[in-house]
Structure formats: structure tokens, C-alpha cells
């Protein structure tokens, strides 16, 4: 099973920098096919999206590309904001599979409602992150896929310690999955995600173990916000990291 986790930033090609946000009328066209010919150039089973532009225009325009122009036909997508990077659109998470999406769920990380005036005076609050839990059958056996975005807590100058209860929803969701055959990837906005989580220390093992963002507030750099998380029952054969027009690689695993 081939899979993979990519932060799309809306495809917007910006970063977000509340103090003085720039947005864009719509998502550029090249970066929507860059999703498609990414994810048929390395054959992904399943692809799992954060900032995933649920609606574009009006139209879920990137879900009908992805379903009509690679092997990725089943999907949920999870939109719960209103798009920071361009005007009128709804962003959130969502799951691509070649495999039948069974038994779906989705949960949203607790959302504290920090809150930040930019340069120009305009008002923002954090934005509601979701969570997608979905099963899928192949080679006789069921797979239990869980992948979300947690809060970015740095545009609100503020760190997830300082409300490390935000995630507790995938903590237990993670806990309660834990004998299944779990595999468990997104982008969790921490360097620290079994602090955070401890109830999952011994549940799970991170597979990545490796910078995948591009920059990061704070002068940070490069540092690992996404991660592959799997417990006992499966098996790494290679993870790999693959450069786009984001400023999060996508992070990729082959798995039994």
C-alpha cells in the first residue's frame, strides 16, 4: 500500500502570516495539476490532504480532477473554514483512496478561538481543524486510515503547549483504533506530537522522523510537522519525501 500525506496550502502557493496576509481571487490552475500528476507519477493507494481546497469558485473543482483523472475514485472531504489564502473558498481535510471508503468519521480538533489583529486591522480566528477516520479492504484485510490538521498555533503567537487539550479528540481516536490495523498521517503542527499525546506513546511509532515543512514561523526552518504513524500490525518497506509547490513536502510511505 502506497500512501501519503500532503499539506496543500489551499494551493494558493502562499504561506500564512496573519500580520500581513496576502490573499489571491482564486488557486492557480498549474498547482492543480501539479496534484494530479503528482499523485499519478508515484502511484499513490490512498493520498491524505490538509488546507485541501474543498470549494473552489463555488465547485469542488480539485475532487473531480483527482477522481476523474487518476485511480483515486473514493473520497471524503471534511470542509470546516472559510479559505485565509483565497476569496470565497472552503478549506479543510480530506482522504483520497483507490480503495472503497468504509465506516467514516470525522471529528475536529478542540478549537480554543485564539484570535489576532493583522497590521491591517482586520480580526482572525483560529480555524476550526478537522479530523477523517475511514476503513478500507484490500488483500483480505480491513485498514483503519485516521488523518486530520491540527491547529496552527504560531500565527496566534501562541505554542500547542499552551492548549495541549486541543488534542485530545485524535488522542483518543488513536487509542481507540489501537488493536486494529492503523495507520495514522496528516499534519499534527508539532515537533512534539507523543508529548502532546502521551496516552499514544506506546500505541504507535512515527515512520518519518524527519523535516518536512519548508520554512516555518519563527525562523525555525525546517522542522517536522507531518508525520505516518503506525502501530505493530504494519510493515515500513520505505518512506520518502517528495519536493511540490508547497511549503510542506509530501511525505510518503510504502507499507504491508
Given at each position: 500500500?502506497?500512501?501519503?500525506?500532503?499539506?496543500?496550502?489551499?494551493?494558493?502557493?502562499?504561506?500564512?502570516?496573519?500580520?500581513d496576509?496576502?490573499?489571491?481571487?482564486?488557486?492557480?490552475?498549474?498547482?492543480?495539476?501539479?496534484?494530479?500528476?503528482?499523485?499519478?507519477?508515484?502511484?499513490?493507494?490512498?493520498v491524505?490532504?490538509?488546507?485541501?481546497?474543498?470549494?473552489?469558485?463555488?465547485?469542488e473543482?480539485?475532487?473531480?480532477?483527482?477522481?476523474?483523472?487518476?485511480?483515486?475514485?473514493?473520497?471524503?472531504?471534511?470542509?470546516?473554514?472559510?479559505?485565509?489564502?483565497?476569496?470565497?473558498?472552503?478549506?479543510?481535510?480530506?482522504?483520497?483512496?483507490?480503495?472503497?471508503?468504509?465506516?467514516?468519521?470525522?471529528?475536529?480538533?478542540?478549537?480554543?478561538?485564539?484570535?489576532?489583529?493583522?497590521?491591517?486591522?482586520?480580526?482572525?480566528?483560529?480555524?476550526?481543524?478537522?479530523?477523517?477516520?475511514?476503513?478500507?479492504?484490500?488483500?483480505?484485510?480491513?485498514?483503519?486510515?485516521?488523518?486530520?490538521?491540527?491547529?496552527?498555533?504560531?500565527?496566534?503567537?501562541?505554542?500547542?503547549?499552551?492548549?495541549?487539550?486541543?488534542?485530545?479528540?485524535?488522542?483518543?481516536?488513536?487509542?481507540?483504533?489501537?488493536?486494529?490495523?492503523?495507520?495514522?498521517?496528516?499534519?499534527?503542527?508539532?515537533?512534539?506530537?507523543?508529548?502532546?499525546?502521551?496516552?499514544?506513546?506506546?500505541l504507535?511509532?512515527?515512520i518519518?522522523?524527519?523535516?518536512?515543512t519548508?520554512?516555518?514561523?519563527?525562523?525555525?526552518?525546517?522542522?517536522?510537522?507531518?508525520?505516518?504513524?503506525?502501530?505493530?500490525?504494519?510493515?515500513?518497506?520505505?518512506?520518502?519525501?517528495?519536493?511540490n509547490?508547497?511549503?510542506?513536502?509530501?511525505?510518503?510511505?510504502?507499507?504491508?
Amino acid at each position: 500500500m502506497k500512501i501519503a500525506t500532503w499539506n496543500v496550502g489551499e494551493c494558493a502557493g502562499l504561506t500564512c502570516n496573519l500580520d500581513d496576509q496576502e490573499t489571491v481571487t482564486t488557486v492557480s490552475q498549474d498547482y492543480l495539476n501539479e496534484v494530479i500528476s503528482k499523485i499519478n507519477q508515484n502511484s499513490f493507494d490512498i493520498v491524505c490532504f490538509q488546507e485541501y481546497p474543498v470549494y473552489i469558485d463555488g465547485e469542488e473543482k480539485l475532487s473531480h480532477q483527482i477522481t476523474t483523472q487518476t485511480n483515486l475514485k473514493h473520497y471524503y472531504a471534511y470542509d470546516t473554514y472559510d479559505s485565509y489564502l483565497f476569496h470565497g473558498g472552503r478549506g479543510g481535510v480530506a482522504i483520497f483512496s483507490k480503495y472503497a471508503l468504509q465506516n467514516v468519521e470525522s471529528t475536529m480538533f478542540y478549537n480554543p478561538d485564539m484570535t489576532k489583529t493583522s497590521s491591517t486591522g482586520e480580526v482572525y480566528h483560529s480555524f476550526n481543524k478537522g479530523i477523517i477516520k475511514a476503513e478500507v479492504e484490500t488483500g483480505g484485510k480491513t485498514y483503519t486510515i485516521i488523518t486530520g490538521h491540527a491547529m496552527a498555533f504560531a500565527p496566534f503567537d501562541k505554542t500547542e503547549f499552551d492548549f495541549p487539550e486541543s488534542y485530545r479528540p485524535l488522542e483518543q481516536l488513536i487509542s481507540q483504533n489501537s488493536t486494529k490495523n492503523l495507520i495514522v498521517l496528516g499534519d499534527f503542527n508539532t515537533e512534539s506530537i507523543f508529548e502532546l499525546m502521551p496516552d499514544i506513546r506506546h500505541l504507535v511509532k512515527d515512520i518519518v522522523k524527519n523535516p518536512t515543512t519548508k520554512n516555518y514561523y519563527e525562523n525555525r526552518g525546517e522542522v517536522q510537522m507531518d508525520y505516518i504513524l503506525i502501530n505493530k500490525n504494519i510493515e515500513v518497506l520505505n518512506t520518502y519525501k517528495i519536493d511540490n509547490f508547497s511549503d510542506h513536502y509530501i511525505i510518503g510511505a510504502d507499507l504491508t
